[in-house]
């Protein structure tokens, strides 16, 4: 088992940064690869980036690229989603996810253990 809790939400102006956190326990961070996917009301859930196991690869959904970084520290067993230049369709509850893979996956299933989510807001 893979516990994850995001920290960082919160509400910030369009144009503003926000830093995700995402905290893992439980079994050898660095044997998963992880995600950072959201869902905005009424809408699925969708993955903005992937990062694999060792940081070499990453992946990005065409919305965010140029905007937002995926990172991750083994050593803290933490991943990281840094946003810029937010815009009002960002406005989603943020979930981490981890997968028993060296690569990171870009679908829902992919993925095998999740967070509760962290609320990011952006306002006009």
């Known amino acids: 088992q893979v516990q994850l809790v995001e920290s960082g939400g919160g509400l910030v102006q369009a144009g503003g940064s926000l830093r995700l956190s995402c905290a893992a326990s439980g079994r050898t961070f660095s044997n998963y690869a992880m995600g950072w996917f959201r869902q905005a009301p009424g809408k699925e859930r969708e993955v903005v980036a992937g990062i694999s196991w060792t940081g070499g690869i990453t992946y990005y959904a065409d919305s965010v690229k140029g905007r937002f970084t995926i990172s991750r520290d083994n050593a803290k067993n933490t991943v990281y989603l840094q946003m810029n230049s937010l815009k009002p369709e960002d406005t989603a509850v943020y979930y981490c996810?981890?997968?028993?893979?060296?690569?990171?996956?870009?679908?829902?299933?992919?993925?095998?253990?999740w967070g509760q989510g962290t609320q990011v807001t952006v306002s006009s």
């Open positions: 996810a981890a997968r028993r893979s060296s690569v990171p996956g870009v679908t829902v299933p992919a993925y095998e253990y």
